[in-house]
């Protein structure tokens, strides 16, 4: 996120001394994306932040995943779903591929432990809850409705006041506003859907002291994606003070703005964030189509080229009324089948002037397959729902 800003402590130029009033110097970290070419911020630690003492192997949760094959439309129930309270060791994998994983975790109130994901940034949704994630570059406040994005190899942990439902897209790359809606500068456009103002983040050093700290890392390897324990002499929130364009921070769906228009305007229009092979978008509350014959809910349409994912978050989802889908749910409508709404929510919408909606998106541009969590809360019936059939699968071909 190009938008810069200073917290705590920092030399007046960035690569010279920076000491305390007892003389000791500060150790300066730069953590930048694509090898020293792209958004940066440079970290002055009390300790050395290279300095680790162990390290062992962290046996992930269930990384697994099985094709969606034979192909068909899938709904997903994560409210059904039970996980430990652990707000990063206890995810449970619902759908991914190479280029994103979405994960689902529902927190007790104790913190998580320390979390570093080298594989990618991520960007989570809070659908209940409020409490805070600590990270080198101070305090991130979280709440329902949060976009929580920590960029990647951010170590950090989750501190839930409540317990929490969240929702985790992890990327395989830098997850950023969409290019149309920046200028060649990076600032946030006019015509974007939220500004500079919408974004939250670190607002004072955290400052924490500590010795041998055990951190989660999750990482790459030719083999895929691995974990360690990595154990740190000292602690990695041991920051005075940063400065740069690369930091966590919030955007809360109260502050997006729904592009609305004349007639249905397609997903794009909802874009909040993107990543490589993959969009986010969400749909929320807002007037719908003031054309005199408009069809508010979306037309029938092939995903040729993606795979869609709904997290049907709050309110009634117009589209899908008759297919039990409800709050809670997800949908995969997979790219080679053409999807809409059920038949009967078509003539049921006409006239309507708004929608009472709340639902997260993902499209993914590789197909994505199905997560041990995922298999273990599908609604087998929904995919024939269109045809009006109560069966779990249709009829033998003859």
Request: net charge negative.
């Amino acid at each position: 996120m190009a938008y810069y800003r200073q917290v705590g402590e920092v030399p007046r130029q960035r690569h010279t001394q920076l000491r305390d009033g007892d003389g000791r110097l500060r150790r300066e970290e730069l953590m930048g994306e694509e090898g020293f070419s792209s958004d940066s911020s440079l970290l002055y630690h009390r300790g050395v932040p290279s300095a680790i003492v162990a390290a062992d192997v962290w046996e992930l949760p269930d990384q697994s995943r099985v094709p969606n094959h034979p192909l068909r439309p899938r709904h997903l129930r994560l409210h059904a779903l039970e996980t430990g309270p652990d707000a990063v060791a206890d995810r449970r994998l619902v759908l991914g591929n190479h280029d994103v994983r979405i994960g689902y975790v529902v927190t007790g109130v104790a913190p998580s432990a320390y979390y570093r994901n080298a594989v990618g940034d991520e960007c989570v949704f809070v659908e209940s809850g409020t409490g805070v994630v600590e990270t080198p570059f101070g305090t991130v406040p979280y709440r329902a409705g949060d976009y929580v994005v920590v960029p990647r190899a951010t170590t950090h942990r989750w501190v839930p006041a409540e317990a929490s439902r969240l929702y985790a897209i992890e990327a395989s790359s830098h997850v950023a506003p969409p290019k149309r809606y920046l200028s060649r500068y990076g600032q946030l456009l006019e015509h974007a859907p939220y500004s500079e103002r919408d974004l939250h983040g670190p607002t004072a050093p955290l400052l924490v002291e500590g010795t041998d700290v055990e951190v989660l890392v999750k990482h790459r390897t030719s083999a895929g994606i691995v974990g360690t324990r990595m154990v740190h002499a000292t602690h990695p929130f041991d920051v005075v003070g940063w400065d740069g364009c690369l930091y966590p921070y919030t955007l809360n769906i109260e502050d997006y703005m729904p592009i609305t228009g004349k007639v249905h305007q397609p997903p794009p229009v909802h874009q909040v964030f993107e990543g490589h092979g993959f969009v986010i978008c969400n749909f929320l509350p807002r007037k719908v189509d003031y054309h005199p014959l408009a069809i508010p809910v979306p037309y029938y349409h092939s995903n040729v080229d993606s795979d869609e994912v709904m997290f049907y978050v709050a309110g009634d989802y117009e589209a899908r009324k008759g297919s039990g889908i409800g709050v809670g749910s997800i949908s995969l409508h997979p790219g080679g089948h053409a999807h809409g709404p059920q038949p009967e929510a078509i003539e049921a919408s006409l006239g309507a002037e708004s929608f009472e909606e709340t639902a997260v998106m993902v499209d993914t541009f590789a197909p994505l397959e199905l997560g041990e969590a995922g298999r273990a809360v599908e609604d087998p019936a929904y995919a024939w729902s269109w045809a009006g059939r109560s069966v779990s699968r249709p009829p033998a071909a003859h």
